[in-house]
């Protein structure tokens, strides 16, 4: 890490042992301003420079078997937490340790959930890294409608329970933002955030092909 340049983001560094029935690793990433975020990576160590995912919500633990299925569909993957404070400049740590830990710069894709898929979007407007995104249940704020115009026309993914009353009329009003690709994926009563993808299993075949089909795998 020293003998690094200035500002040079370090990879995702291995802490601890994974569990033997465990493919994810913990890992920690330095955040700007020092803190060490801790969270789980998914790659095989073949040497092969795979398409990146980077998946951010509130717990690590809370995205079940979604991790895993992105990974088993040769894709390498990093799964992080947020925080309340310091969320974008970490956003830009975290992408850029994916990259930096041998997933291919150049097919990018970013998941969040609630919090984070707002950040997920505030970020990749601004970070031409970001191929593609998936929002799952996003806010409803302002910001996010001059985001979405910033990320068009690279494509998105936006999922929302009908009933959610924040979330369902976001993803109304951000979808003619982008003059790309973008799926909106309704379900009835489904719950918010990763607990859609414990109610709608199927949101997971969704999300991987998606992937596979915006930057390979």
């Known amino acids: 890490v020293a003998a690094l340049a200035p500002d040079s983001v370090v990879p995702p560094i291995l802490i601890g042992t994974p569990s033997a029935n465990s493919i994810g690793q913990p890992v920690s990433v330095t955040a700007q301003d020092g803190t060490q975020l801790t969270g789980t990576f998914y790659q095989k160590s073949d040497g092969v420079r795979r398409p990146g995912v980077l998946i951010l919500g509130a717990d690590v633990n809370a995205w079940g078997d979604l991790p895993f299925r992105i990974y088993d ?69 302002p910001a996010m409608l001059q985001a979405m115009g910033a990320f068009s026309p690279r494509t998105v993914l936006m999922v929302a329970s009908q009933d959610d009353p ?52």
């Not at 951000?174 to 199927?202: C, H, W, Y």
């Open 166 to 217: 924040i979330s369902f009329p976001a993803v109304q009003a951000l979808q003619p933002m982008n003059r790309g690709e973008v799926l909106v994926q309704p379900f009835a009563s489904a719950g918010r955030g990763t607990d859609i993808l414990a109610k709608r299993p199927d949101l997971i075949d969704l999300m991987v092909a998606w992937l596979q089909r915006q930057i390979g795998g």
């Open 73 to 141: 569909a040769d894709f390498t993957v990093l799964v992080m937490p947020l925080r309340s404070t310091n969320a974008q400049a970490d956003f830009t740590v975290m992408l850029q340790a994916l990259t930096s830990g041998d997933a291919d710069p150049s097919r990018l894709a970013v998941i969040g959930a609630l919090d984070g898929a707002d950040v997920t979007l505030l970020g990749c407007a601004v970070d031409k890294l970001c191929d593609t995104a998936i929002l799952i249940s996003p806010s409803n704020s």
